[in-house]
């Protein structure tokens, strides 16, 4: 079942055209398309880190390195069950030592995770912090920013403020003109399809599957990544 092909078009870009996702070309694809060799840091909670998490990246991975001759080498530093508190304390060994020519952050579902008390103004400053720390190292680095799925059921109920700590990635996206692949749309298209429809795709309520990662995650962080100005 290929979940990402189920979603109507139109549905996605109504949705998309709510949240003002902009449409540029990553400086990792015009790199790439120039023949210069990238490195990629994935850096999140398990829905980078996981089986579903380690599917989309190494399947974005493999799609780009069959299109641009081997030159990406993407190196995940995501971490299940962690938030952006310990993403900064994290930051020099996960993502600074590596050098990363770009990195995709997620840190929006754990950081909503009432355990954790995790204001959305603190996560901000997190976030803000890891941009300024990353791009201090090297200017030319490339920051993307990544909200992710819905939580259902008791993994809904613990993170009773997602919608908001997501909304807060697509305004520092935005006001720091930073790429964003805001996969949130996606799944709210799938989840109005019905309950079983996004189980399927995400059996635990919270993690995507091999399968979902694979047809809807990677295939939509590499049409991000691809997109042109109009």
Not at 37 to 43: A, E, N, R, S
Not at 138 to 158: H, K, R, Y
Not at 186 to 211: N, S, T
Request: proline share 4%.
């Amino acid at each position: 079942m290929k979940f990402y092909l189920k979603i109507a078009l139109p549905a996605l870009l109504l949705i998309a055209s709510q949240f003002d996702i902009a449409h540029a070309q990553s400086k990792l694809i015009k790199n790439l398309e120039a023949g210069k060799p990238q490195i990629l840091v994935t850096y999140g909670t398990s829905l980078t880190a996981a089986v579903g998490g380690k599917a989309w990246v190494n399947e974005i991975t493999a799609t780009l390195n069959k299109k641009y001759n081997g030159l990406l080498t993407t190196i995940n530093s995501a971490k299940s069950a962690m938030w952006s508190t310990w993403g900064v304390q994290h930051l020099e060994d996960s993502v600074i030592k590596k050098n990363p020519d770009a990195i995709i952050i997620e840190f929006g579902m754990n950081d909503a995770f009432l355990n954790y008390k995790t204001s959305v103004e603190l996560a901000r400053l997190n976030l803000n912090y890891m941009i300024d720390r990353i791009k201090l190292n090297n200017p030319d680095c490339e920051v993307i920013l990544q909200t992710m799925n819905i939580a259902l059921d008791g993994s809904g109920a613990a993170r009773p403020d997602l919608l908001k700590y997501y909304q807060m990635y697509r305004d520092v996206a935005k006001q720091r003109k930073l790429l964003l692949i805001d996969h949130y749309p996606h799944w709210k298209a799938l989840l109005d399809q019905g309950r079983e429809a996004y189980l399927k795709a995400m059996p635990d309520g919270l993690h995507p599957g091999v399968e979902a990662s694979k047809t809807m995650i990677a295939p939509y962080v590499v049409e991000r990544l691809n997109a042109k100005k109009n």
